[in-house]
């Protein structure tokens, strides 16, 4: 959608913003990217995998700032 956003949070962390978007839609974008980016990859020196953990915060969840919003997707994600 042109209205979604990606941003790079840290070096290997990014946001993915759905701008309008519900939980129910917050959840498909996920499961289409988990799908979409844990393939393997073949490179030239040989196979790459990817290990990606996504976590989902909304406004629905009556967060006021864009911090809470991380804080909510970060809590999901599995301790490593």
Do not use: F, N, W
């Not at 959608?1 to 959840?27: F, I, P």
């Amino acid at each position: 959608r042109s209205t979604d956003v990606v941003l790079r949070l840290a070096q290997q962390r990014y946001a993915v913003v759905l701008h309008g978007a519900g939980r129910r839609e917050a959840e498909v974008v996920r499961a289409t990217l988990s799908h979409a980016l844990t393939d393997r990859y073949e490179l030239p020196d040989g196979t790459m995998t990817l290990d990606l953990a996504i976590g989902v915060g909304t406004y629905l969840d009556r967060r006021d700032s864009a911090g809470d919003l991380v804080a909510i997707a970060e809590a999901q994600l599995p301790r490593r």
